[in-house]
Every structure is written in C-alpha cells, then in structure tokens.
C-alpha cells in the first residue's frame, strides 16, 4: 500500500482507469460474440453488426486500451470471416 499523498492519488486513479477499460474491452467482447455467432448462422444483420465492431474497435484505440495496429488486425480477421460465411 503506498503511504505517500501522490502515490495514493496515483493507486486510485489507475484503479478507475481499469475499471473504465474493463468496460470497454467487455462491451468489445459482447459485440464480437454476437457477432460471430451471427455470422456462423449467415443472417442479415451480421453486416451491420460488422460496423459496429469497426466503430468499437477504432474507439478502443483512439483510447489507448488496446494499440491501433492490433484493432486494424482483428478488424481485417472480422471482415475476411464475414466473407467467408458468404
């Protein structure tokens, strides 16, 4: 536990910029589930809920939660399933 004033500060704020980041990386994970589980069964709406993971995934690293160049990866990997499932 730290004892001086700062480094408390500091332990409290890392704590809620973890939580905030857990937030989105969860949101990102429900979304990419559904996604896939709509794609494996080729509806409709997969493509739109490909936007979605676009939009999370460009958020997500205009955030700094996860580097630009792993969402532009995972992105690609998502468009190339729904091709694919096609």
């Avoid at 809620?16 to 990102?28: A, G, V």
């Avoid at 990419?32 to 794609?39: G, I, M």
């Avoid at 939660?65 to 969402?71: E, F, G, I, N, Y």
Wanted: proline share 1%; charged share 40%; no cysteine.
């Amino acid at each position: 536990m730290p004892q001086r004033r700062t480094a408390i500060k500091d332990l409290r704020k890392a704590h809620t910029k973890h939580l905030h980041n857990l937030q989105i990386k969860t949101d990102l994970k429900h979304t990419v589930k559904k996604f896939l589980t709509s794609a494996t069964a080729k509806k409709d709406d997969s493509k739109d809920l490909l936007k979605e993971i676009y939009k999370k995934f460009d958020k997500a690293a205009k955030r700094h939660v996860m580097h630009k160049k792993t969402a532009a990866r995972r992105k690609s990997r998502f468009a190339k399933t729904l091709a694919l499932a096609k």
